[in-house]
């Protein structure tokens, strides 16, 4: 399947149910896992190899680059996509830990179609501008993301809606670290249906989604 008719790849704010995902221009070309666990190693003076003992695992990064090109709109490059980008790695006053009042970056969920979802914080970005308009507003970019795992992706399984609502509307009982951004996306492939689901909720408290809660997702 060529990658131009897979779904639109998207990163979510896991912290914020509402808001808006940051959508990437075009899907990546490739991506790449990488991850390291920690071997102490101790003297060995009879033998011609160290011992090791286990350490402990270090989290799983998720690297991939991204493009963007604004050109044919003769918009910038950063107000319409790259900014988003960057503000998911920007401390967040809202986030500030209840001890000591220090905010932090939020915690993300990439998703891209079939190919499951990875709960990280992006841990770098590296941001290439490669062409310009006469006024040198840049309108063409490469991003080169890091995301580092913060949640075993073995323990994130897969969301299914049950059946056996009164209408023949489905039932979704939410996940930990679930929005209605991310359960629109499985459920219909679109995150912008979340909306659709606020309603049919009566959800009102748009930022307290409760694990456990049952909702109920209208047919598309």
Do not use: C, H
Not at 18 to 25: C, I, N
Not at 142 to 148: A, E, G, L, S, W
């Amino acid at each position: 399947m060529e990658l131009s008719s897979l779904a639109r790849a998207v990163i979510i704010n896991l912290d914020k149910s509402f808001s808006e995902p940051v959508k990437v221009m075009f899907n990546p070309k490739d991506y790449s896992f990488s991850k390291q666990n920690d071997w102490k190693e101790s003297k060995n003076p009879a033998g011609n190899v160290p011992q090791f003992e286990f350490g402990g695992g270090k989290p799983t990064s998720l690297t991939m680059q991204l493009f963007f090109d604004t050109f044919t709109l003769r918009a910038d490059v950063r107000k319409l996509y790259t900014d988003a980008l960057w503000k998911l790695m920007l401390v967040d006053p809202d986030l500030a830990d209840t001890k000591t009042s220090k905010g932090r970056p939020p915690k993300v969920r990439f998703l891209w179609g079939k190919s499951g979802s990875f709960d990280a914080v992006i841990s770098m970005i590296k941001q290439q501008f490669t062409l310009f308009l006469d006024d040198g507003t840049p309108v063409r970019s490469t991003v080169d993301v890091t995301f580092t795992e913060v949640k075993d992706a073995k323990l994130i399984e897969a969301q299914n809606p049950t059946s056996g609502g009164a209408g023949g509307e489905r039932l979704w009982r939410v996940q930990a670290g679930e929005t209605l951004s991310l359960i629109a996306y499985k459920a219909y492939g679109d995150t912008g249906r979340w909306r659709a689901i606020a309603e049919a909720n009566n959800l009102y408290q748009l930022r307290d989604l409760e694990p456990g809660t049952l909702l109920e997702i209208p047919n598309a």
